[in-house]
């Protein structure tokens, strides 16, 4: 026979499906093909912005009639403000949502200081706010992670743990494993674990291994207990008379 | 062979793919799937906001730090004001935009008075413009097409059009098809057109045509210019030596 996809022949050892299974796959692909082609409209719609310029284009932001601004500051330093509108905030935060909706400074003053972090991440927070997309290389998640945690965006923090487990080596899984630690982010810090865990006798060589013991002998603690219940549960499994 | 799919029986006549190629089609629909997950993740992200209630629950209105209100008005009576956004309402169509940024009454006074607009068509518009969703049936179809062509919202007119096409039949077309010449909906247009030329011969029979005729005959031309070329065209086609 041949096969209708890869017009290929095959044995009947090798049969897929019969003809009406394949149209009618072809028709579920075609369908949801029109359901990706649809929201990709609608989220279009929602994000793009109808003047020339938009909030993802880094040089001139768009932002009429803005309500709040923002600022990247150290104890030194201050950045350029940012604008943004407090609906759009509140909205994706409950953390901004409570301090615009209060009498707190930062909704009296209309200015929202955001210590420790830089201009460029702060920008592209805000950016994510507003279009659910942030362009990522390894400092950029971790940064965003910290500010999703902080404002409590969760949609933004799922984006960048999983950007990072895309990323996980056993080079950076310790650094990974205690930063995930630091910032609540639960997936990273079980996919860390994993990549630990296959390499617990290379683990106390490591330089970080050393610096964390000293710095937070908690989370090490952590690690070993984790590992130690696994290795229970796999003698478990073993001795079970069932396998 | 067995179909690997419906796991009934086929001969090498109606064979479809092979395994290969089963198993490759089945792994495109899960990524299609996936990608329709985080795109409707993305949407709510952006649509959703962090308070109990939210636009798309008609009895309390969510519009925290709102800076304009729109106004259903006839010339007898004004409805409850709805509170909006000027930012979102510039963003999503170019005559909002225009009439804010710039010193236009609307502009001064916050308030957007919309003449010939019942007060749920209204709400229905303004909630599209933040969720890009409305709960059609025929008449708030119209009415938002209306408002979506007035304010050049066009993923809304779209929208729109393509609910009125699926409810499209031969005692609807003609009226549908005045509609649709009067603001400007070419799909809806088309579709109706081509209801209304499988009709020819009954046409002239229908109360909506005499009055079409009366009120505008240059609408009434145009279906009779489009069925004559129809004609041409088809006569052209058997004419030709090729087929």
């Known amino acids: 026979m041949k096969c209708v996809s890869c017009k290929e022949e095959y044995t009947s050892e090798d049969a897929g499906t019969c003809r009406d299974c394949y149209d009618e796959a072809g028709e579920t692909e075609e369908e949801l093909k029109r359901e990706i082609d649809d929201?990709?409209?609608?989220?279009?719609?929602?994000?793009?912005?109808?003047?020339?310029?938009?909030?993802?284009?880094?040089?001139?932001p768009w932002l009429c009639?803005?309500?709040?601004?923002?600022?990247?500051?150290?104890?030194?330093?201050?950045s350029t403000p940012i604008p943004a509108h407090r609906a759009v905030l509140a909205s994706?935060?409950?953390?901004?949502?409570?301090?615009l909706e209060n009498d707190m400074e930062e909704s009296l003053s209309r200015t929202i200081k955001i210590i420790d972090v830089s201009y460029d991440a702060l920008r592209a927070f805000i950016c994510y706010l507003y279009t659910a997309e942030a362009c990522l290389d390894e400092p950029m998640a971790c940064d965003l992670l910290v500010l999703a945690d902080k404002?409590?965006?969760?949609?933004?923090k799922t984006y960048c743990e999983k950007f990072l487990i895309t990323k996980l080596n056993w080079e950076n899984a310790l650094l990974n494993y205690a930063f995930a630690h630091q910032h609540n982010a639960k997936s990273l810090?079980?996919?860390?674990?994993?990549?630990?865990?296959?390499?617990?006798?290379?683990?106390?060589?490591?330089e970080e291994y050393k610096q964390l013991?000293?710095?937070?002998?908690?989370?090490?603690?952590e690690i070993y207990e984790a590992y130690v219940?696994?290795?229970?549960?796999?003698?478990?499994l073993k001795d079970s008379p069932n396998l």
């Open 189 to 206: 810090l079980d996919a860390s674990l994993v990549v630990i865990m296959e390499n617990m006798d290379k683990l106390n060589k490591r």
């Open 151 to 156: 404002y409590q965006v969760k949609h933004l």
């Open 92 to 99: 994706r935060s409950p953390v901004f949502k409570a301090m």
């Open 229 to 236: 219940s696994k290795q229970a549960n796999t003698a478990a």
């Open 213 to 221: 013991v000293d710095k937070d002998p908690q989370v090490v603690v």
């Open 39 to 60: 929201l990709k409209a609608k989220l279009n719609f929602l994000t793009t912005t109808t003047s020339s310029s938009s909030y993802s284009t880094a040089s001139s």
């Open 65 to 78: 009639f803005s309500d709040v601004v923002l600022v990247a500051s150290t104890y030194e330093d201050a």
